[in-house]
Nanobody, 123 residues
Framework: VQLQASGGGLVQAGGSLKLSCAASGRAVSSYTVGWFRQAPGKEREFVAA????????HYGDSVKGRFTISRDNAKNTVYLQMNSLKPEDTAVYFCAANRLFAREMRPALYDYWGQGTLVTVSS
């Protein structure tokens, strides 16, 4: 599967953005898809995941209640709706996929990665 992330940009604190992760080559519903982010000088951080087929979701503690991951099988795309954005959400956001039936938080267990999309939240 190939993944293409998009939707990043500059937004003020308190604003919203919606990221998209478009899949090609295989049905996105047959993969667990995760969103990760990486700020300068920091390790890659788990943001959210949606499990293959089942569609159950899981979030990192820092984004719970503010971000929502969803999947549109018809468009073969996974989304990350980000609300109430904070300056500390500034990072490059990546989508990734694996074939596990698990809400996996570890980047090393994702086999396929899209290019990043930059999100900048100004204070």
């Amino acid at each position: 599967v190939q993944l293409q992330a998009s939707g990043g940009g500059l937004v003020q604190a308190g604003g919203s953005l919606k990221l998209s992760c478009a899949a090609s080559g295989r049905a996105v519903s047959s993969y667990t898809v995760g969103w990760f982010r990486q700020a300068p000088g920091k390790e890659r951080e788990f943001v959210a995941a949606i499990v293959r087929e089942l569609g159950s979701t899981h979030y990192g503690d820092s984004v719970k209640g503010r971000f929502t991951i969803s999947r549109d099988n018809a468009k073969n795309t996974v989304y990350l709706q980000m609300n109430s954005l904070k300056p500390e959400d500034t990072a490059v956001y990546f989508c990734a996929a694996n074939r596990l039936f698990a809400r996996e938080m570890r980047p090393a267990l994702y086999d396929y990665w899209g290019q990043g999309t930059l999100v900048t939240v100004s204070s």
